[in-house]
């Protein structure tokens, strides 16, 4: 019985998310500067948080990481894995998001005021790229080597009946 597979993060569709939001933190820039708002961007406090969202993650994939090297008796239970895999996956995509809007703020921006008006975005921006990596990194850490079978694992765990119940006694070669 084949396992469904996690999705990957697709740089692409991140790329994409960055362009929109960029558009769109472009308009609201534009927007608030029209009629007299403030620019709309994060505050510092956002990157304390962002900030302690990668460390965790970070802390999250390296314990996966460490896992692997166990053996398979001894290895942490793989839902772990998979909730890490999916915090990775949606910190990649909110980092896209909070860079992208940062951008367009500061596209807007820097050509009217300088770049001095502008150091909350480009410190958001920071922080996004960050968390953005992270997320990918961690991806990587928490994925398991597929042995051909199409069903990913190691090759070495137990056999699987119909049923998906572990077969007694029986291992792969």
Do not use: K
């Not at 991140?14 to 505050?43: D, H, K, N, Q």
């Not at 480009?122 to 990587?140: H, K, N, P, S």
């Amino acid at each position: 019985m084949s396992r469904p597979a996690l999705p990957t993060l697709r740089p692409g569709l991140l790329a994409l998310i960055l362009v929109l939001t960029a558009a769109l933190g472009w308009l609201a820039s534009y927007v608030a500067a029209e009629r007299g708002w403030v620019t709309p961007v994060l505050g510092l406090t956002s990157v304390i948080t962002i900030a302690a969202v990668v460390v965790m993650l970070l802390v999250l994939g390296v314990r996966v990481r460490r896992d692997r090297s166990r053996p398979v008796a001894a290895r942490m239970n793989p839902l772990v894995a998979a909730q890490t895999v999916v915090l990775a996956q949606a910190g990649a995509y909110a980092a896209a998001v909070i860079m992208g809007w940062h951008v367009g703020v500061v596209v807007h921006r820097v050509p009217l005021t300088g770049w001095g008006s502008v150091g909350e975005a480009v410190t958001m921006i920071a922080t996004g790229l960050a968390l953005l990596v992270v997320g990918c990194v961690v991806e990587q850490w928490c994925r398991i080597a597929d042995d051909g079978d199409g069903e990913g694992g190691s090759g070495t765990g137990p056999v699987t009946g119909p049923d998906g119940i572990p077969q007694v006694g029986r291992h792969r070669a």
